[in-house]
């Protein structure tokens, strides 16, 4: 049996990557895997619970039971997420959501309880995956991969305009020393550490439009999509 084809794309926060994934998934009609999405959601349904972010066992049997949809807008070009019914998109895009799950992800057992539902979303014509380690350890079989990677200091500039758009205050250094402290941890962690495939393009996003990555990588893909 002939799996559909997948688009990997991996990398650390704030380099484009879900953006990337949409725009991708417009052009070919393709399915889409926010799989950093998973990990925000159990450690938002970990806080909800005031279950501790050190305790492995329970981190995996609360993974292998969420209650979570993704329900695609087309009208933003977001994906809304339910977590127990209840609506946590917004929640889920915090900085202090994103270092909770940077801490969830570094367990095994956390990492095995999502890769069954991470290999769900396989499925016809194709599926764009984005996350830290979709090309090396979840679809090591990609079709096709992509590393992006950015400076600390750009993807802190970037995450600052977002949160002064939305009224948020932010500060640009803690921002950035929070940037490069997750990247840290996702690169030095034993299971499925943040890095590139050996197979896969590498491109740096540093002072290049979203626009520029997507044609970059349309050309990359057209002789094997």
Known sequence: ????????????????????????????????????????????????????????????????????????????GETRVILDGVEVSSQLRTETTAKAASQVAVFPAVRTALLARQHAFRQVPGLIADGRDMGTVVFPDATFKIF????????????????????????????????AQRDQRDSSRSAAPLKAAPDALVIDTTGISIEQVVAQILTAISAQI
């Open 148 to 179: 992006m990677t950015a400076s600390a200091e750009e993807r802190a500039q970037r995450r600052y305009k977002q949160l002064k758009e939305k009224g948020i205050d932010a500060n640009i250094e803690s921002l950035t020393a929070e940037i």
């Open 1 to 76: 049996m002939t799996l559909p084809p997948v688009i990997t794309i991996d990398g650390p926060s704030g380099v484009g990557k879900g953006t990337v994934m949409l725009r991708l998934a417009a052009h070919l009609g393709w399915h889409t895997l926010d799989s950093g999405a998973l990990y925000r959601v159990l450690a938002c349904a970990a806080q909800a619970r005031k279950f501790s972010l050190d305790d492995e066992p329970a981190l995996a049997e609360l993974a292998l039971n969420l209650d979570v949809q993704f329900i695609p807008d087309t009208a933003s």
